[in-house]
C-alpha cells in the first residue's frame, strides 16, 4: 500500500461520490470516502474499497471550512500525501422552476454553502498537499449549470456558479494542479428517485432516454469513469467542462429522407 496515491471524495456515501471511491481504490488510491450523514453507506463503501488498498469513512459538512481542513489533516495524518480531490457532495431542494415563490434567501443560501462554497473550501484545503504531487481535481457539475434546468433555480445557478469556479481555479493553480468538471445530466439512482417519487422518476428517465442520442441515461459508474480518466490519464487536460449525459444536449439525429 506504500506506493498508492491517495485521494479525498467528498459525498462519497452514495451516487458519484460512492462510484468515484471504488474506481480510484480499484485503480491505485488509497480513499477517503467523505459523507455529511450516510455514515452507513459510506461505511459500506470503505469496506468495499478496501479489497484493493486503505480507505477510510469520514464525517465532515463541506460547508464548514473547519471541516474541510480536519478531512485534509486526516488524510495526510494517515497516508502522507493527497494526489487527487473530487467534489461531489452537492444537494438541492426539488421544486417546480415555475414557482418563484417555492424558494427563499435561506434556500439559496444552503445550497449554495455546499454545493460552491464547500467546493471552494475543500479545494482550499488541500491545494497546499496536492501541489506537492502534481494531481488533479475533479468537480461534480451539472448540465443544469449551463441549461439552467434542473431541480431548482438555486441548484442551476449554484452548479453554473461551480462551472466558473472550476475555470478560475484551473487558470491559478496550473501548472502544478489540474483541475476540471463533469456536467452529468440526469443520473439513476436514488437521488432524484427520493427528490421527486417513484413515479416521477420513471416518467423523467423515460423521457430524457428517449431525446437522448444515445438513447439511455447514465449511471453513477459511468461518470466515474470520466472522472477517473481525468484524474489518472488526461494530464494536458485542464480548465474544461465535460458534459456526460448520454447525448442528451444533443439531442436525436433529425430523420433525412424516407
Request: aromatic fraction near 6%.
Given at each position: ?17 460512492a462510484a468515484c471511491s471504488n474506481w480510484l481504490a480499484a485503480h491505485g488510491y488509497n480513499v477517503l470516502i467523505n459523507y455529511a450523514t450516510s ?69 439559496f443560501e444552503r445550497v449554495y454553502k455546499v454545493n460552491l462554497i464547500g467546493t471552494y473550501q475543500m479545494s482550499r484545503a488541500v491545494v497546499p ?18 441549461q439552467g434546468s434542473g431541480s431548482s433555480h438555486a441548484y442551476a445557478a449554484s452548479k453554473g456558479a461551480l462551472n466558473t469556479l472550476t475555470l ?91
Amino acid at each position: 500500500m506504500g506506493d498508492r496515491k491517495v485521494a479525498i471524495i467528498t459525498g462519497a456515501g452514495t451516487g458519484v461520490g460512492a462510484a468515484c471511491s471504488n474506481w480510484l481504490a480499484a485503480h491505485g488510491y488509497n480513499v477517503l470516502i467523505n459523507y455529511a450523514t450516510s455514515k452507513l453507506a459510506a461505511e459500506t463503501v470503505a469496506e468495499s474499497c478496501c479489497a484493493h488498498g486503505d480507505a477510510l469513512a469520514v464525517q465532515g459538512d463541506v460547508s464548514k471550512d473547519n471541516d474541510c481542513r480536519r478531512l485534509a489533516e486526516i488524510a495526510i495524518d494517515k497516508w502522507g500525501q493527497i494526489n487527487a480531490l473530487v467534489n461531489s457532495a452537492g444537494t438541492t431542494q426539488f421544486v417546480s422552476m415555475q414557482d418563484l415563490e417555492a424558494l427563499s434567501a435561506s434556500d439559496f443560501e444552503r445550497v449554495y454553502k455546499v454545493n460552491l462554497i464547500g467546493t471552494y473550501q475543500m479545494s482550499r484545503a488541500v491545494v497546499p498537499h496536492i501541489r506537492k504531487t502534481t494531481g488533479a481535481i475533479v468537480n461534480v457539475s451539472s448540465l443544469a449549470g449551463l441549461q439552467g434546468s434542473g431541480s431548482s433555480h438555486a441548484y442551476a445557478a449554484s452548479k453554473g456558479a461551480l462551472n466558473t469556479l472550476t475555470l478560475s481555479l484551473a487558470r491559478n493553480l496550473a501548472p502544478e494542479i489540474r483541475v476540471n468538471a463533469v456536467l452529468p445530466g440526469m443520473i439513476q439512482g436514488r437521488w432524484v428517485k427520493e427528490g421527486v417519487g417513484e413515479e416521477s422518476y420513471e416518467r423523467i428517465k423515460k423521457q430524457w432516454s428517449e431525446s437522448s442520442a444515445l438513447g439511455t441515461v447514465c449511471k453513477p459508474e459511468q461518470v466515474a469513469d470520466v472522472i477517473g480518466w481525468l484524474i489518472t490519464a488526461a494530464s494536458t487536460i485542464t480548465g474544461q467542462l465535460i458534459t456526460v449525459d448520454s447525448g442528451m444536449s444533443l439531442g436525436k439525429p433529425p430523420i433525412i429522407g424516407r
